[in-house]
């Protein structure tokens, strides 16, 4: 007996140590409902997963997005297409593939009209078989790749996905089924203990499946096949994990990144969705109340078992077709062999066996002899704001009325009131971007449309601490109404105190609070969440192109792409602006003076050098030199800034070619 209190004991300790390092059952659910509120503000229909979208954030976890094509659907059969909206309809055909893979042919029936509506784009990616036309899951990439991705950033694709220079997120268009598709349908109704319930099954069938843009390796039809995706379904059925469970899947899933990044022979040979699977199926067998903290490393060690003789047999049938074997063919004799041996030597040193690891690397001087106390505010509060940088750049005319709409009808508990009121507000700077302001027009309608703009100004003040404001400068500078706009200058100048978080830096391995910082939060521990967000917290903030809110000088920056300002650099060179249309030089180079000391900062902060961001404040800097007629100091910034932007993302080059 008092070996199993000791066990439970060992447990409940590592459980709680997990949950400072991971994220407490709170920090989780705070990050599922804030990515849950963006997707619902999106212009696009939207599927935040990955690590990020499932409440994991790590130092490897990553962020999938999907988008579904909102200009297609599949279907099972031709009697079921429905005509709406546009919308070109395919039909699956799974009889020469392998399961959970199938090709998409266009609807024979009034195929004439259909193919008239068709873009040139997509008769590109169709192609002619004796099933007619077949949609290319090959071509259907590569025409994203070209028209969502050329000329901004080094990007490429990665499986059924398009993802950035640095494998940090997965870009993936998608095609929606309405309907549970027959080769599922045994998932429905085969035995099982008691997870996952009816209700939630229930709910996963009503929310059909996705095709992702891959096809069966191997097969000579590869670059026509689509892969059926269970992503929705998935994510509700990790949503329905206890913590226990979400905790044991995130060890597996740290411990397959770290053996990956250790043995590159074996890089790519498993992969995160193989753990998801594995845990599926166990959690599928097992009683869910079984699932405790005082059962953690038990329950882990099981897991890990059963992944050892997945591997050791080469069996982990999918979980929704289990027809299809994930490891058939997977292994050869050598790795077979190295893996089996990896995870055998893991799974006898236990819990030990992270005593090494990179993302838990404090564990060892720590012994899992893990407090409430050491849960402090301020590793809470990082692992909260952290994942509000990555929710602002997406979206723009219809977010703010969609959310509004949410926040009326569905928001709840006061924790999504809070999180539905950040992202509104966020959401609100975004409407007056798309303002337009026709010459033709009289007085009357400019001053109506002013006033609209202003009203959703006031509204995005209170997003963070300082990007509305500035956002709301920009409108009055536009405006030519140079007072208003600085005095708004001045006030948030002041608001740039040494107790505000720049959230762009949260990305960073090491960040910890400063004493001013950990001071303040400890002291307003009793605020909601919410509120600490908008008080103390400062994003870098996008102009959207051809925003009606960006000043004339840099309307070249943001003529046909987004593009990213940090907030006290763009303060500086706003406020030097207004100044120069006011004649006032001596503030012009006082203003110069602390935008060069900014611009030296950011230089000066290592890998942040190359975002576009930062080099856009080099920009900003040569700008107001040339403005002040010190070509030979524009063209040295411009230089700096043509040099660090090194896939071309800026408008450093052509202002640096013509100042030559």
Not at 92 to 97: G, L
Not at 180 to 202: C, F, M, N, Q
Request: net charge positive; aromatic share 12%; hydrophobic share 40%.
């Amino acid at each position: 007996m008092p070996r199993i209190s000791k066990e439970k004991g060992e447990s409940l300790n590592f459980y709680k140590y997990i949950c400072q390092r991971i994220g407490s059952e709170e920090v989780v659910r705070v990050r599922r409902l804030t990515f849950v509120i963006s997707d619902i503000g999106q212009n696009e229909t939207i599927i935040t997963s990955g690590s990020k979208g499932e409440g994991l954030n790590f130092n490897s976890s990553d962020l999938d997005i999907m988008f579904i094509d909102p200009y297609a659907r599949v279907y099972e059969s031709e009697t079921e297409v429905v005509k709406k909206g546009g919308r070109l309809p395919f039909i699956m055909n799974a009889d020469e593939t392998q399961p959970c893979f199938t090709q998409l042919y266009l609807v024979t029936r009034h195929q004439n009209q259909t193919l008239v509506k068709v873009s040139d784009g997509v008769l590109n990616m169709l192609e002619i078989n004796h099933l007619g036309y077949v949609l290319s899951s090959e071509q259907y990439k590569q025409f994203h790749l070209s028209k969502r991705f050329r000329g901004k950033w080094s990007a490429k694709i990665h499986g059924p996905c398009i993802a950035d220079e640095y494998d940090n997120t997965d870009f993936a268009w998608c095609l929606k089924c309405d309907k549970w598709i027959p080769l599922a349908r045994p998932w429905v109704s085969r035995p099982r203990t008691a997870w996952p319930s009816p209700e939630l099954i229930s709910k996963i069938v009503s929310c059909g499946v996705l095709f992702v843009p891959i096809g069966c390796k191997g097969s000579i039809n590869e670059n026509l096949e689509w892969r059926v995706s269970f992503s929705v379904a998935e994510k509700f059925l990790i949503f329905s994990f206890s913590h226990t469970q979400l905790l044991c899947y995130t060890l597996l899933k740290i411990l397959l990144k770290e053996i990956e990044e250790k043995h590159e022979d074996l890089k790519g040979l498993l992969c995160s969705y193989f753990i998801k699977t594995l845990m599926f199926w166990i959690s599928e067998e097992t009683d869910p109340y079984s699932w405790r903290p005082d059962n953690f490393i038990r329950y882990f060690m099981a897991c890990l078992q059963r992944l050892l003789y997945c591997v050791r047999y080469s069996i982990l049938s999918h979980y929704f077709i289990p027809e299809n074997n994930l490891f058939s063919l997977r292994f050869n004799t050598y790795n077979k062999e190295k893996i089996t041996t990896i995870i055998k030597n893991v799974y006898a040193k236990g819990i030990n066996c992270f005593a090494s690891s990179n993302i838990l690397q404090d564990n060892q001087s720590r012994s899992y002899e893990i407090t409430e106390s050491l849960i402090s505010e301020n590793n809470r509060f990082l692992q909260l704001a952290s994942i509000f940088p990555t929710i602002r750049f997406y979206g723009r005319v219809n977010r703010f009325a969609r959310l509004l709409y949410e926040f009326l009808h569905h928001s709840r508990t006061d924790l999504s009131k809070g999180l539905f009121t950040l992202q509104l507000s966020a959401a609100s700077m975004l409407v007056p971007e798309a303002t337009q302001y026709p010459n033709w027009t009289g007085n009357k309608y400019h001053y109506l449309m002013y006033k609209h703009d202003l009203s959703h100004l006031m509204i995005g003040l209170h997003s963070d601490a300082g990007s509305g404001w500035l956002m709301l400068a920009s409108f009055f500078y536009v405006h030519k109404n140079y007072i208003a706009a600085l005095t708004v200058i001045t006030y948030t100048l002041q608001k740039y105190t040494d107790e505000k978080i720049y959230l762009r830096f949260l990305k960073d391995k090491n960040v910890t609070l400063n004493y001013i910082q950990h001071h303040v939060v400890k002291l307003m521990n009793k605020d909601k969440l919410h509120t600490l967000l908008k008080t103390l917290t400062l994003h870098m903030f996008t102009f959207h192109s051809k925003s009606s809110l960006v000043p004339q000088e840099i309307q070249q920056d943001v003529s046909s792409t987004p593009n990213m300002y940090d907030p006290l650099p763009f303060a500086l060179f706003l406020y030097f602006l207004c100044n120069y249309h006011l004649h006032d030089l001596t503030s012009c180079r006082k203003f110069l003076q602390r935008l060069k000391h900014a611009q030296w900062t950011l230089l000066n902060c290592g890998t942040n050098v190359f975002h576009p961001q930062s080099v856009n404040t080099v920009i900003l800097y040569g700008i107001a030199h040339q403005l002040m007629g010190d070509t030979n100091d524009a063209r040295h910034a411009f230089q700096v800034a043509a040099g660090l932007d090194k896939y071309n993302l800026t408008s450093a080059a052509s202002r640096l070619s013509s100042l030559i």
